[in-house]
T-cell receptor, first 114, second 114 residues
Framework: AQSVTQPDIHITVSEGASLELRCNYS??????LFWYVQSPGQGLQLLLK??????LVQGIKGFEAEFKRSQSSFNLRKPSVHWSDAAEYFC????????????FGKGTTLSVSS | SQTIHQWPATLVQPVGSPLSLECTVE??????LYWYRQAAGRGLQLLFY??????ISSEVPQNLSASRPQDRQFILSSKKLLLSDSGFYLC?????????????FGPGTRLTVL
């Protein structure tokens, strides 16, 4: 069965420092992968997506993610974190028993210290 | 451009009372529609999805039901709420096209059952 693992529940990064959030997936075929961000009390916003082609994908708000098939990973990165990036981040893969429904990881909460 | 609306934004209901949450999408046609519930620390749980009017698939048998009376309207209901129904309910849509699996989320409804 398809699954997504986000190993880090909570990460704290200093403002201006680089960020990497980890995501590992389990999927038999070529995955469709996504990263979402959620501010407290809000819905989820799509940051970026990977379907095929270039394994380094650019998203909104200066985020990027790299697909590594050999490691079954799709880690999210940002070179310089801003205080406004503090939020919860979810990795997701398309597939599963619900057809086109997404399977989400449990999320990583990012705190930004000044 | 497409937009997705949910209402109400917040709701406090007594145990045993009925529930109706509404979701509407604008600017697209024939979308796939989804209801998720989010509990703290547990990620997103897919409750229902729909690929067309009157077509509802349930992922988790429980106290809730869903209906899709119109192409861009998705309703989540309950006849009698339980304490365990408390949570943050998110509606989402996806284009419903092959290879287009990204989902776009509404602002959510915070439900508290007392």
């Amino acid at each position: 069965a398809q699954s997504v693992t986000q190993p880090d529940i909570h990460i704290t990064v200093s403002e201006g420092a680089s960020l990497e959030l980890r995501c590992n997936y389990s999927y038999g075929a070529t995955p469709y992968l996504f990263w979402y961000v959620q501010s407290p009390g809000q819905g989820l916003q799509l940051l970026l997506k990977y379907f095929s082609g270039d394994t380094l994908v650019q998203g909104i708000k200066g985020f990027e993610a790299e697909f590594k098939r050999s490691q079954s990973s799709f880690n999210l990165r940002k070179p310089s974190v801003h205080w406004s990036d503090a939020a919860e981040y979810f990795c997701a893969v398309a597939g599963g028993q619900a057809g086109t429904a997404l399977i989400f990881g449990k999320g990583t909460t990012l705190s930004v210290s000044s | 451009s497409q937009t997705i609306h949910q209402w109400p934004a917040t709701l406090v209901q007594p145990v045993g009372s009925p529930l109706s949450l509404e979701c509407t999408v604008e600017g697209t046609s024939n979308p796939n529609l989804y209801w998720y519930r989010q509990a703290a620390g547990r990620g997103l749980q897919l409750l229902f999805y729909s690929v067309g009017i009157g077509q509802i698939s349930s992922e988790v048998p429980q106290n809730l039901s869903a209906s899709r009376p119109q192409d861009r309207q998705f309703i989540l209901s309950s006849k009698k709420l339980l304490l365990s129904d408390s949570g943050f309910y998110l509606c989402a849509w996806s284009p419903g096209l092959a290879g287009r699996y990204e989902q776009f989320f509404g602002p959510g409804t915070r439900l508290t059952v007392l």
